[in-house]
């Protein structure tokens, strides 16, 4: 049974700066949507979509130039912010800190979020007493939720909505955003709404995923569809600059989401000195060689390795009759499984703690999802195959009882590795 291709834009330009200097530095293939899970009456419906990455010789913004349709990747979000405690403490200590720097000698302080999921930022700077706004384009996230103190408009984010919403409410002293600008394909109209919206002297706080991080870490299974940009501190500069901004300071924010570094920005005439911080990465980024193509080349070379070395464990494993088992079913997950070709031939199923998604299947692989209990009721599985190897610290923690009984696990990134 062939899936289907899905309905996708190819762009032949640069997401941030329109350039036409797009070069292709590494192809995934063919791959589903990283969150698609589904049932197994699904399975004929099931789309796939290519998945390359590209590199912008003109502004440095690394890419996926294949875009999904809005409506496709958002239609079912399962993802509601407040119910991660992690996030909610982060996105706390954000408001607090931001209130202290930049908004309590302010009369009536406003802010503005790109992309506020449920409210779980907005609330903590309305209980500060600053004036929140947000937009969302997830109805079933912004209807789930009871807005006090503050306002989300459900929309997706650009120049338009922008000035709809500056007429209403005015500028803001801070614009913030937490991951979102990694979701958005129509970012150039999104720089012109921010421009729009943020006070001459106000400050824009953009949270994302570093590309530092996937370079460093191996983490490539953080890029698929959903993920469509990876930016570096080079890549943010100049796409702010044609906004007439730049940034002045970086914070780096490593216990949220395995590997983000939050940018403050500011217009050009906002007035606040640039920080040591931004001339350290500016001088990191290129040593490292992240203003050139080849870099990039060099690590799909690298991911091919590990593909190599997983599959090579994983062959070896089970001619020697073990049984294994995937842990986590996640998007990184996804991206791990349909890349390497890891599916039912392999793994016995997935476990996972999310009860909305047990009885589901994976996407692409279409693997069963089951509680951890599952293991209990099943043959003892000999290995479990860690799609969540980010957490590992907390996973063999919760999972003493599985490691006590001799139960082993694989970790599959950046190198190939048994624990314990």
Not at 159 to 164: H, R
Request: proline content about 4%.
């Amino acid at each position: 049974m062939n899936p289907q291709m899905g309905a996708y834009t190819e762009h032949t330009t640069c997401r941030c700066c329109e350039g036409s200097n797009l070069i292709k530095v590494m192809d995934f293939g063919n791959m589903p949507l990283a969150g698609g899970f589904l049932k197994s009456e699904q399975f004929r419906e099931e789309k796939l979509y290519p998945l390359q990455v590209s590199f912008c010789r003109d502004c440095t913004l690394l890419q996926v130039p294949q875009a999904i349709p809005p409506a496709t990747l958002f239609k079912d979000y399962f993802y509601f912010s407040s119910a991660i405690k992690t996030l909610v403490d982060h996105c706390t200590e954000w408001a607090k800190e931001a209130h202290e720097r930049f908004l309590k000698e302010r009369a009536n302080p406003s802010v503005f979020e790109i992309g506020c999921n449920d409210g779980v930022m907005l609330k903590p700077f309305a209980a500060l007493g600053v004036k929140a706004v947000g937009v969302d384009p997830a109805t079933n996230v912004v209807n789930s939720v009871k807005q006090e103190g503050f306002t989300i408009i459900n929309d997706f984010f650009n120049e338009e909505v922008a000035k709809l919403i500056r007429a209403q409410y005015g500028q803001f002293d801070a614009i913030t955003t937490s991951f979102s600008f990694a979701h958005i394909d129509n970012m150039v109209s999104v720089g012109k709404g921010v421009s729009e919206l943020l006070k001459d002297d106000g400050v824009a706080m953009i949270e994302v995923y570093y590309l530092g991080t996937l370079m460093e870490e191996m983490q490539y299974d953080m890029i698929y569809h959903e993920h469509c940009n990876y930016y570096s501190l080079k890549s943010l500069q100049n796409f702010l600059s044609r906004h007439g901004m730049e940034i002045f300071d970086i914070k780096y924010t490593p216990g949220v989401r395995s590997g983000a570094v939050r940018f403050y920005g500011q217009k050009k005439r906002g007035g606040r000195a640039i920080t040591e911080a931004v001339r350290a990465m500016e001088r990191d980024e290129l040593a490292k060689g992240y203003d050139r193509a080849e870099t990039f080349m060099a690590y799909g070379k690298k991911i091919e390795g590990t593909k190599v070395a997983l599959m090579g464990l994983l062959d070896k494993l089970k001619t020697e009759g073990k049984t294994i088992i995937g842990y986590g079913a996640s998007g990184r997950g996804t991206m791990v499984m349909n890349y390497c070709g890891i599916d039912g031939q392999y793994l016995d199923y997935v476990v996972d703690d999310a009860p909305a998604k047990h009885g589901f299947y994976t996407p692409g692989t279409h693997v069963q999802i089951f509680p951890w209990e599952h293991t209990q009721e099943e043959k003892f599985p000999d290995y479990a195959l860690l799609f969540a190897w980010s957490f590992m610290n907390e996973v063999l923690k919760k999972r003493m009882d599985y490691t006590a009984k001799g139960g082993k696990f694989i970790v599959p990134l950046p190198n190939v590795k048994i624990v314990p």
